[in-house]
RNA sequence: GCCCGGGUGGCGUAAUCGGCAGCCGCACAGGACUUAAAAUCCUGAGGUCGCAAGACCGUGUGGGUUCAAAUCCCACCCCGGGCACCA
């Protein structure tokens, strides 16, 4: 008879909520405590899905077991409910976003409730209500007063179809919108960004003391993308520059003139500098040098402001950059040292007759860039984390959003096209930009040279999309042989690859298979290498840094492969080897990787030697009797075979054979024999030689410096600090974190607490000149005319509007409600205008773990007290799709709320488990289009929800993605319907219970079930949990009678996982009160203690037989039990035991 | 391409301080009960060979270490997730 599933669940639904201590949490207690967390769920109009019960009910599991042991459990539930859904709901039926949230949550609930979910509803919140979100405009407000809020206007990311920005983190994939799948546009909109990237060190550190998964910990530092490197600056300047001109600006706005003896001053307010040497990498000290000879200005007087571009004093002729300095003195007196005369003058004041109207146009550009501090740096600012291949950097790079292509200062020659390329690449969507991620494209600036810092050589400058502007300065130094990037825009752009880092290991190994011979007599060698090709390679070889040897090999005339072998492994070889085999040592190197399958860098093949033929090749038999292992390809990242077209036929032959079984194209020369003999020969062989040891890509490993000046020699680690110190270059940090863009153009969020005043903009404006005893925050001082709503009227509430439609002019609706928007300025009291954006999504959920400890208080967002003793979450659980929005976030406001004294824990969560997708029965996602949708309140329907819950469950590991199985629902069906049926059994026996020795085996067998079960439990290992349990019932059934209180343990162990049927069979049972509220049961250490075992008995290690014995038995006892075995007998019968090994308690293994 | 996971019967999985591979469940087969079916209960089952006792093979593939490998090492293949020009 099967029990009534739907009679229990309305009957204990009810008595739970009568029973309101059962599962609430407790204040002021002095009880051990547990904070056990779902991530709370935005209530769409669907209800409940599979993934959301998934990991409810797996908290609910573990918070039963904990009250049960005598915690004072939180799991409480609330609402994530501002959001887009809610307001498109709500614009296509005119009804207000309020109304559908509360429809939805009520939903909700009841669904939770159904699935017997034990949260303590006194504390439900929900990010909507005015209660609520007070205090998230006040923690807004508490980031604003310290600066970390600030508005900026900035290309963001714009969902045409949500109308609204999205953050970084809610673009995925190739440039798509998280909710929507639209394509993200790249818009200018005015924005509220907060400074998360000044928690950026942080929010990385702090990942190492919690316990969350490896794969989640790595995405958040990836995401975070901390990278250690340094700027460095190389001067740029235009190819036919040779003369620096440069304005001296003093705080009055006036310029230095200079008058020759007896002339005006009309024309000659400009310093020519002097001639500038290509080498100077520095045109700034240049020009300092020039005013404090000219002038008697020292370098502590004037500060360099920057360029402004190059000046052309007949039109099209020369390129002479104009640099910008400014007194620092007041009323500097400047003193002519040459005999000329020097004065400040304002050229407001200065005679049109005076000079050339150009002068004129480049000193009103001059105060022009001053007054806007559109001055540009005469270097380009390079970031990278390798400055140890300084001297590898062969060209540099710009980003098309560089402010030196942006406009023209450079005096670049093709402009035009660069323009255009500029334009192309700001088109180009994020998903062309993808799919054009390996053809490499860009502009050279022609004209333009940078100069390499560390040798003073001119290279010239590109731009390419492939440099990011975001990142770093935008700008970068291009070392083609140590970055792969760099190295695939060289190769298309034909520019230099010149390696300057050789990995420490690098090696060639050059085995000849001939008797070596120097050959150096025949006529018409290159005068380069006119000698034999086995020095010539070594000397290439170690010019380039690399250790080179040519051993020489036993018997080289009939070779023994065993001793080639010996002497070969005397050598260094590793992954950094290049192996050049020559002849016969081909067949030699083919064999020795085969057989040893070691990696190595390349494999080059000369001349090679397999294929015997009669007699002559008789002393080569012993060395060639192997097969080619064709997988030696995959051991060399590189492989080359270089035979010559009138080499004899046999050694063709090898060539062919050796270039089948590697999938390498011989390469055929057309001049000389057998190599060795012929020697250097044409120049056909040592070019095929050199492109064969060339780069053929990116070396990116850090390794020995080569060709780098003084450095040469150093290990990259060193150089790397070394250098920046040469150049005067700075040790910078660099991440990939963007400050978070905080502002949605909705209707449906949070209204930021602030309003613009006029007024008060003009007020900080000059009070920032005034300096300090300011009255405004950080954040209004940041911000000018931004003034914060005063915390005594938070809430500000969202008002009510007739039409919540999003205008997609990036115009929240909030802007149309004048009424709303017109208010006091709560600083002067003069008018202003709120701000109309709403918070992002994610700013509700990022604090709400804290309102739960402390929900009703209306002085403060928690009290100190209950955050104490609350704080911090010890387990969170929730998809694996917050990796980097919600719990970065979150984290970040916490830290924020730590450094003002507001929580007491650095972290807010400390353990976390991310449930594995369930998947479709199908194995596919589970999707409305693919109809592979469960519903978990279907199967409750059904089934009951204990079985919803212990299926869900027993499926597999927590964490990992599992597909639902229908017909797997049976088993648990069928395991709950026999516990219901020996549980009624057992209570209806009305005699004494049974005496303990009959059920003493089964006793132990629950004692060992409530170790498992708790210990799984403790790890969220639920599936073995269950399994365990049916276990123990598989034993129980097989009694003739059950004790009680065996039965009672079996009920307090299944209470966690099937609340209701558990609580009617401790109904059942006689017992009082509800079993939830019972202590969970402990185990017997002495029953747990097994003192027999099975003795694995092993003969060369395969298993002949088992047999039950006494714990602790020795060797020989072992070994007598062992002997008694027929099959053991059969087995060693006439054979000698040469050993034996004893694992006490386990095995025995006897060799013969 | 890079970084994390992972690969075990027909299926979900169990066993990882190296020590009996396949627990538990599903599906399956045979039997009992039944007029019959469902449900329930009992039994069986990794593969090959064998009446059986048992033997051999077997944890993605190949190799290695070891008395002993799903577990450790090396190489490769495949699947899932994340990142993707971050210098």
């Given at each position: 008879m099967s029990y009534d599933h739907k009679k229990l669940a309305r009957k204990w639904a009810r008595a739970w909520v009568k029973n309101k201590k059962l599962y609430a949490a407790q204040d002021g207690s002095k009880k051990p405590k547990r904070y056990v967390l779902d991530m709370f769920p935005y209530p769409s109009g669907e209800g409940l899905h599979v993934g959301h019960t998934e990991g409810e009910v797996a908290t609910d599991i573990y918070a039963r077991f904990l009250r049960m042991q005598g915690y004072n459990v939180l799991h409480p539930m609330g609402w994530d409910a501002f959001g887009l859904p809610a307001e498109n709901f709500a614009i296509k039926n005119k009804v207000h976003p309020a109304k559908v949230v509360k429809k939805n949550v009520a939903n909700f609930k009841k669904q939770m409730d159904a699935v017997g979910l034990g949260y303590d509803w006194a504390r439900e919140i929900n990010t909507t209500d005015p209660d609520y979100y007070r205090w998230t405009q006040w923690i807004f407000l508490k980031l604003f007063e310290r600066g970390l809020a600030y508005e900026a206007e900035v290309p963001i990311n714009f969902c045409p179809s949500c109308k609204t920005a999205l953050a970084n983190e809610e673009v995925v994939g190739n440039g798509v919108c998280e909710r929507c799948g639209t394509v993200v546009e790249r818009r200018n909109l005015r924005q509220w960004m907060l400074k998360i990237t000044t928690y950026a060190d942080r929010l990385l550190k702090d990942?190492?003391?919690?316990?969350?998964s490896e794969q989640l910990k790595s995405m958040q530092r990836n995401w975070i993308g901390r990278s250690e490197g340094a700027e460095l600056d190389f001067r740029v300047y235009h190819e036919k520059q040779d003369k620096v001109l440069f304005a001296c600006i003093n705080e009055k706005g006036e310029t230095l003139l200079e008058r020759r003896k007896g002339g005006a001053f009309a024309g000659k307010w400009l310093f020519p500098g002097g001639k500038i040497e290509r080498e100077d990498t520095d045109m700034v000290q240049a020009a300092m040098r020039e005013i404090e000879e000219e002038a008697g200005f020292g370098a502590r007087d004037v500060e360099y402001l920057g360029f402004l571009g190059y000046f052309h004093p007949k039109a099209g002729k020369g390129n002479i950059p104009l640099l910008v300095f400014r007194m620092k003195k007041k009323n500097a007196k400047p003193a002519a040292n040459t005999g000329h005369e020097l004065k400040w003058q304002s050229v407001d004041e200065m005679p049109k007759e005076y000079g050339h109207d150009e002068f004129v146009e480049m000193f009103e550009g001059v105060r022009d860039a001053v007054k806007t501090g559109r001055v540009f740096p005469s270097a380009v600012s390079v970031f990278t984390t390798r400055a140890d291949t300084l001297y590898g950097a062969t060209y540099a790079v710009l980003a098309p959003e560089h402010p030196l292509v942006q406009e023209n200062i450079l005096g670049i020659e093709n402009y035009k096209e660069v323009s255009a390329y500029v334009v192309a690449a700001k088109n180009k969507s994020d998903l062309e930009r993808t799919a054009e991620a390996k053809g490499k494209t860009g502009v050279r600036l022609e004209g333009v040279k940078a100069v390499n810092p560390a040798n003073g050589r001119a290279i010239p400058v590109y731009v390419a999309d492939y440099v990011l502007g975001g990142y770093g300065t935008g700008a970068v130094m291009a070392v083609p042989a140590h970055d792969e990037r760099d190295f695939a825009f060289a190769q298309a752009h034909g520019l230099p690859i010149e390696d300057v880092v050789v990995s420490a290991d690098a090696n060639c190994i050059i085995v000849h298979g001939s008797p070596q011979k120097d050959r150096r007599q025949e006529a018409g060698y290159l005068p380069d290498n006119e000698r034999h090709w086995l020095p010539w390679l070594k000397e290439t070889m170690e010019a380039r840094g690399v250790k080179t040897f040519a051993p020489s090999m036993p018997t080289p005339w009939a070779p023994r492969h065993e001793e080639w072998k010996k002497e070969f492994e005397k050598l260094p070889v590793g992954e950094q080897s290049i192996l050049v085999g020559h002849s016969a040592a081909c067949s030699f190197l083919m064999r020795w990787l085969g057989e040893r399958k070691r990696k190595v860098k390349k494999l080059i093949l000369i001349a090679p030697s397999k294929v015997l033929k009669g007699e002559e090749t008789a002393r080569l038999e012993e060395l060639y009797a192997f097969d080619i292992d064709a997988s030696v390809r995959t051991l060399a990242d590189d492989i080359e075979i270089i035979v010559a077209d009138d080499d004899i036929d046999r050694i063709k032959e090898s060539a062919r054979l050796f270039g089948e079984a590697l999938g390498v194209k011989p390469l055929w020369l057309p001049h000389g024999g057998h190599f060795t003999f012929l020697a250097m020969g044409t120049h056909e062989f040592p070019e095929a030689l050199a492109a064969a040891t060339r780069m053929k890509k990116a070396f990116t490993d850090d390794g020995v410096l080569i060709r780098s000046g003084k450095f040469t020699g150093m290990t990259s680690a060193v150089a790397r600090t070394e250098i920046v110190r040469f150049v005067k270059g700075k040790e910078v940090v660099n991440y990939k974190l963007h400050d978070w863009i905080f502002a949605r153009q909705r209707y449906w969020g949070e209204p930021f607490p602030l309003v613009f005043c006029e007024c008060c903009a003009d007020e900080v404006k000059s009070q920032k000149s005034k300096v300090k005893s300011s009255t405004f925050s950080k954040g209004e001082l940041l911000n000018p005319g931004w003034i914060a709503v005063p915390e005594k009227q938070l809430p500000v509430k969202l008002p009510n509007v007739k039409s919540y439609e999003p205008?997609?002019?990036?115009?929240?609706?909030?802007?149309?409600?004048d009424t709303w928007v017109k208010t006091k300025c709560p600083r002067c009291g003069g008018p202003a205008r709120r701000e109309t954006n709403t918070m992002p999504q994610w700013a509700g959920s990022c604090w709400y773990y804290l309102r739960f400890m402390d929900p009703k208080n209306k002085k403060a967002l928690v009290d100190p007290k209950k955050e104490k003793y609350w704080s911090p979450v010890d387990v969170y659980v929730g998809g694996?799709?917050?990796?980097?929005?919600h719990l970065l976030y979150a984290r970040f406001w916490h830290k924020v709320l730590y450094d003002i004294g507001i929580v007491s824990k650095k972290e807010p969560f400390h353990k976390l488990i991310n449930q594995g997708l369930i998947l479709g029965p199908d194995k596919q996602k589970m999707s409305k289009s693919k109809g592979n949708v469960i519903n978990p309140i279907t199967i409750v329907d059904q089934h009951g929800a204990d079985v919803l819950r212990m299926y869900e469950m027993f499926?597999?590991?927590?964490?990992d993605a599992k597909p639902w199985d229908t017909q797997g629902i049976a088993g648990i069906v069928r395991f709950l319907e026999r516990v219901h049926k020996i549980v009624r059994a057992t209570a209806g026996i009305k005699k004494a219970t049974p005496a303990k020795s009959q059920n003493s085996e089964l006793e132990r067998s629950v004692h060992k079930t409530i170790k498992k079960a708790t210990e799984d439990i403790e790890h969220f290992h639920f599936n073995t949990a269950i399994s365990a349990l049916m276990i123990l019932l598989n034993e129980m059934e097989k009694q003739s009678q059950m004790s009680k209180i065996n039965c009672q343990m079996f009920v307090l162990l299944l209470a966690p996982f099937a609340p209701f049927l558990a609580e009617e069979m401790w109904e059942i049972l006689g017992k009082k009160g509800s079993v939830h509220a019972q202590t969970w049961p402990k185990f017997d250490k002495k029953l747990v203690v097994e003192n027999m075992f099975d003795l694995v008995i092993q003969i060369n290690g395969k298993v002949r037989d088992v047999v039950r014995v006494q714990k602790g038995i020795s060797e020989s006892e072992a070994m007598q039990q062992a002997t008694a075995s027929e099959n053991v007998k059969k087995h060693i019968e006439g054979k000698e035991i040469c050993k034996k090994i004893f694992v006490p308690d386990r095995l025995i293994n006897i060799i013969i």
């Open positions: 990942l190492d003391g919690l316990e969350w205008s997609g002019t990036g115009e929240s609706p909030l802007a149309k409600i694996a799709e917050h990796a980097v929005l499926m597999g590991p927590l964490e």
